[in-house]
Structure formats: structure tokens, C-alpha cells
């Protein structure tokens, strides 16, 4: 009986991570309800678990006093010191109450309830694993598909992959291996509950790191990022290190970095831009590919108005506005774009000498941006 619980013990906790003190905790609580429902007995009892010779003994703890009221949970001073002449009031004594039979229906009752706290024990085990690693990015395997949800299989854990953060352009089957972003993390009744993304920006944040070392080792910085899922998305970068380029390491050589990012996103189009504290720079940047004439800022109303050529101004919008709004999202600023004519008969363009102007004739601004498979007619205005 000995060997076989301690080889058990040792098993639990070699297969499933739990301590054996979980394990002798839930057993000791499962004796004791099972002494109390089969023998309808309703004393505090302790239970004496000998892990050395396998044995299982029941005792009943009673308060000593003057008189009984209770006999189930009180001794008298007297009936006590028969036992103990030391014994005083206040003092707990216990007396050995194991039935004979007592192991066999142990053994039935508390089946039920160590199975349970050994899987709360897992449970809670696998939380701690879990929220760990809230808002990083896990590679699954898809288990199942309803109309609700996809089930993703994260080794201990299945998690659940939401509809509204599923790519438009992706298509998943059972057996799939697939890259997500965790979200959420919750301690639910049924045990951890996992929810995972393929659509937030911060998937696409950390596949730059898992691709980029010098994002990784914090040589480069990923400043912001904008993305609507499985069309385009914009990313702003920055070193501290002037002999770094920042979009340059994140394209890698011939855009072999940015092109395994884009084949996970099944070819989400990616524009990565450099970052700047000068909010000039910084939205004529983010609106590249389009070439920007001059940006005017309103520092109050954290707004800005860029004047683009005639030609380009189709393409510094985007299909149904689609560059614009990924460059305010990433700027964090609003922005009103403006043709060359219409900013020239509103008279707010060119201004005056000295103001900060961006010039066709000098593409020094946009040299290190980068825009992945980027088609021009694919961003003219419907």
C-alpha cells in the first residue's frame, strides 16, 4: 500500500508538475469527507496520513470543559484526564475514531474529490504558465472550426481564436499551424480561458522581434504600429545608433525579414517607416509611398495638413481612405491632405521662407521607407 502511494505521488508529480504536499492536502481533505458522509458523523476530525507505512487513521479532536453540551465536539475535564491527568479546560483532545472498514470506502469516496483538486491544481498550474505570457505570441495547431470560434491547441491548453480576430483573407482547416497573439488570459469556473488574435497590431510587433535581432536586442525600436489585417499595415521604427538604418535592418538583405513576416500574414502588405520626434517628418513619413510638399501643424488641435502633389494626391489617400488612416493611427495625429492647387488657391502653400517644406526634387526623407509589394493602382480612389 506504501510503495504503490508513494510511487503514485511521485508520478503526479513528475507527469502533471503537481508538489506532493497538493497531492497529500487533497487526499487528507478527501478523507475527511468521506468519514463524515459515510458515517454520518459531524465532529472535527484530523486525519493522520502515513506516507512511510501506507496507513490511514481518523482521529476526533474535542474541547475540554466543565460540561458537555455537545459530545461530538466536547469532552468533560474529567473524562479527559482519564486519558491525560494533565489535560485542562481549553485544552483539544484526540481520540482514534477509524472504522474498521474505513479504507475500502475512503478509498470509493475520495476517488471523486482528489481527481478534482488534482485538476484544480493543474488548472491553476497552467494559468500561472499562461499569464505569464499575455500579449506575446504562441505558435498552435488548429483542433476544430464552428461558426464562432477556432480552436487553436496550445500544448496544455486549447485556446479560442475568435471570429472578429480572424483575418478576412485566411482560411483555417484542422491540422493548420498557425501563429497567434495572445490577448486574454481568464480564471474561469472550467479552468483557464485563453483568447488569442491573428488581427492586433501586437502580432505583428512581435513577429518584427522573432525576425529582427536588432529589434530584439533593443538596437532598434519599434515605435508604433497601425494595421488593418490582411490588407496593409504601417510600422514606425527608430535607433538611438546613428550608423544604424532602422527600416534597413528591418527589411533585411533583398527584404528576406520583412517578406517571412509578410508570408505569415498571407501577404498582408507592410510599409515601414522611420520614426521622428518631429511631427514635420514624422506624418510625411507615414504617408509614404506618396511624396509629401509641406506638412502644417496645429500643435492644439494635435492636427496637421499635408500638401501633396496633384498626381499623387490619389495615392497619399488610398483605396477608401486606407493610407491616411493608417498614417494618423501610427502618428497619432489627424490629418487633412490637400493638392498642390487646392492648398496654393487656399493660400496656405508654399509658406514662408525657412518654414520646413518637403521638395519633389529631394527624396532624402524617403530613401530608407519601405513599402512591401506595393501597387499603385491598387490605391487610386473608388
Known amino acids: 500500500m506504501s510503495s504503490e502511494l508513494l510511487d503514485a505521488l511521485v508520478l503526479l508529480e513528475k507527469e502533471k508538475g503537481i508538489s506532493r504536499d497538493v497531492i497529500i492536502e487533497a487526499i487528507e481533505a478527501a478523507l475527511i469527507s468521506a468519514y463524515r458522509r459515510n458515517f454520518n458523523q459531524a465532529q472535527n476530525v484530523r486525519i493522520d496520513l502515513n506516507l512511510g507505512s501506507g496507513t490511514m487513521r481518523v482521529f476526533a479532536r474535542k474541547e475540554v470543559v466543565e460540561e458537555v453540551f455537545d459530545p461530538r465536539l466536547e469532552i468533560s475535564l474529567e473524562d479527559a484526564r482519564k486519558i491525560n491527568p494533565n489535560y485542562q479546560i481549553e485544552d483539544v483532545v484526540e481520540l482514534e475514531v477509524t472504522p474498521k472498514d474505513f479504507g475500502r470506502i475512503a478509498a470509493q469516496t475520495a476517488k471523486q474529490v482528489v481527481t478534482q483538486r488534482v485538476r484544480e491544481a493543474e488548472r491553476g498550474i497552467i494559468y500561472s504558465e499562461f499569464i505569464d505570457r499575455e500579449e506575446d505570441i504562441m505558435t498552435g495547431i488548429v483542433q476544430r472550426v464552428d461558426s464562432k470560434f477556432i480552436y487553436v491547441s496550445l500544448g496544455k491548453i486549447e485556446a479560442i481564436l475568435p471570429a472578429n480576430e480572424q483575418m478576412p483573407n485566411e482560411r483555417y482547416k484542422p491540422h493548420d499551424r498557425i501563429k497567434v497573439f495572445i490577448t486574454k488570459v481568464e480564471k474561469t469556473t472550467k479552468g483557464p480561458q485563453i483568447f488569442v488574435s491573428r488581427t492586433h497590431p501586437g502580432l505583428l510587433k512581435r513577429l518584427f522581434e522573432m525576425e529582427v535581432p536588432e529589434i530584439y536586442d533593443g538596437t532598434v525600436e519599434i515605435k508604433s504600429v497601425s494595421r488593418e489585417a490582411g490588407d496593409r499595415?504601417?510600422?514606425?521604427?527608430?535607433?538611438?545608433?546613428?550608423?544604424?538604418?532602422?527600416?534597413?535592418?528591418?527589411?533585411?538583405?533583398?527584404?528576406?525579414?520583412?517578406?517571412?513576416?509578410?508570408?505569415?500574414?498571407?501577404?498582408?502588405?507592410?510599409?515601414?517607416?522611420?520614426?521622428?520626434?518631429?511631427?514635420?517628418?514624422?506624418?510625411?513619413?507615414?504617408?509614404?509611398?506618396?511624396?509629401?510638399?509641406?506638412?502644417?501643424?496645429?500643435?492644439?488641435?494635435?492636427?496637421?495638413?499635408?500638401?501633396?502633389?496633384?498626381?499623387?494626391?490619389?495615392?497619399?489617400?488610398?483605396?477608401?481612405?486606407?493610407?491616411?488612416?493608417?498614417?494618423?493611427?501610427?502618428?497619432?495625429?489627424?490629418?487633412?491632405?490637400?493638392?498642390?492647387t487646392d492648398a496654393r488657391e487656399a493660400g496656405i502653400y508654399p509658406r514662408e521662407e525657412g518654414i520646413l517644406t518637403f521638395d519633389d526634387e529631394d527624396d532624402s526623407d524617403y530613401d530608407s521607407d519601405f513599402s512591401l509589394d506595393f501597387d499603385d493602382n491598387e490605391d487610386i480612389l473608388d
Open 233 to 340: 499595415s504601417k510600422i514606425s521604427v527608430h535607433s538611438d545608433n546613428p550608423e544604424v538604418d532602422p527600416v534597413g535592418s528591418c527589411v533585411g538583405p533583398k527584404g528576406t525579414r520583412v517578406q517571412a513576416i509578410v508570408n505569415e500574414l498571407k501577404g498582408e502588405k507592410i510599409d515601414i517607416v522611420k520614426w521622428s520626434d518631429d511631427p514635420f517628418v514624422f506624418v510625411a513619413n507615414a504617408l509614404s509611398p506618396s511624396k509629401v510638399l509641406d506638412v502644417i501643424v496645429n500643435e492644439e488641435e494635435k492636427a496637421t495638413t499635408v500638401v501633396v502633389p496633384d498626381y499623387q494626391l490619389s495615392l497619399a489617400i488610398g483605396k477608401r481612405g486606407q493610407n491616411a488612416r493608417l498614417a494618423a493611427k501610427l502618428t497619432g495625429w489627424k490629418i487633412d491632405i490637400k493638392s498642390e
